[in-house]
């Protein structure tokens, strides 16, 4: 079977939540509630947390049950590439750019995707994380056939923290 022989995906599938392997569990904690403000919905001990934005059950889950102590992948071996967060707004971004600064994180890179704006970083234990928001899809760059012109520029972070 060919992926044009498969059926697609029902058009409400969504990414509800993302459980990464830490080495401290408060080192990650420190950077995912502390820095990007994510409130803590449970905690298991000294082992594992769920984190979420809103009243939804989880969007992060935190967890050292194979991970205590350990180091991240080294290059040229498989895994997750990055994790995104998107935010509802331009100013939530912005927000989330100026907790940053405000702790010192730095960031791996800036981009304009024309659907959208991003920050990329790493988190304390080398996942890489992006925070973006997208743009109204009427805004969207296309084609003259009509179909999605994705770009990558330069990100103004200093227009974006003006946000």
């Known amino acids: 079977m060919t992926e ?3 059926p697609a995906v029902d058009g409400g599938a969504r990414i509800g939540h993302v459980h990464l392997k830490v080495a401290d569990l408060d080192r990650a904690l420190a950077f995912y509630s502390g820095v990007l403000g994510f409130p803590v919905t449970q905690r298991y001990g000294s082992d594992a947390v769920f984190l979420a934005a809103g009243d939804y059950h989880h969007h992060i889950g935190l967890n050292t049950w194979q991970s205590k102590g350990g180091s991240a992948p080294p290059p040229g071996t498989t895994g997750l590439f990055h ?3 998107l935010y509802p707004t331009r100013a939530a971004l912005a927000d989330a750019l100026r907790r940053l600064m405000k702790a010192g994180i730095p960031l791996t890179g800036a981009s304009d995707h024309g659907v959208s ?3 990329y970083l790493d988190d ?3 996942n890489g994380v992006e925070l973006y928001w997208d743009r109204p899809q009427a805004d969207w760059p ?6 999605l012109a994705m ?3 330069r990100l103004d972070l200093k227009d974006l923290s003006a946000a």
């Open 4 to 6: 044009t022989d498969s």
């Open 83 to 85: 994790l995104a967060i």
């Open 117 to 119: 704006e991003a920050l």
């Open 124 to 126: 304390p234990d080398g």
């Open 142 to 147: 296309r084609d003259a056939a009509g179909n």
């Open 151 to 153: 770009t990558t520029t």
